[in-house]
């Protein structure tokens, strides 16, 4: 079975205590059920922003799309 991508965003506030409880429910009930999951982490947060002026470390230009989606 192929890995089902979730985009995990801690951001501000509350999110960086709850995030990882939240991502250990989700691993116990991926390994429970048999579910690949594969977790895709951002630093999107307004210290990010407040430090370098963008609210991800992506890069400013985006990578181009693959032939598929042209």
């Known amino acids: 079975m192929k890995a089902r991508r979730i985009a995990v ?3 501000d506030g509350i999110g960086r205590e709850a995030m990882p409880e939240g991502l ?3 691993q ?3 390994t429970r059920y048999q579910l690949p999951l594969r977790f895709d982490e ?3 947060s307004c210290d990010y922003y407040l430090k370098h002026g963008r609210m ?3 890069p400013s230009s985006p990578p181009p799309l693959p032939k598929s989606a042209a």
Do not use: M, S, T
Request: proline share 0%; no cysteine.
């Open 24 to 26: 250990r429910v989700l």
């Open 56 to 58: 991800d470390a992506r």
């Open 28 to 30: 116990a009930a991926a």
């Open 42 to 44: 951002f630093g999107w």
């Open 9 to 11: 965003i801690a951001g």
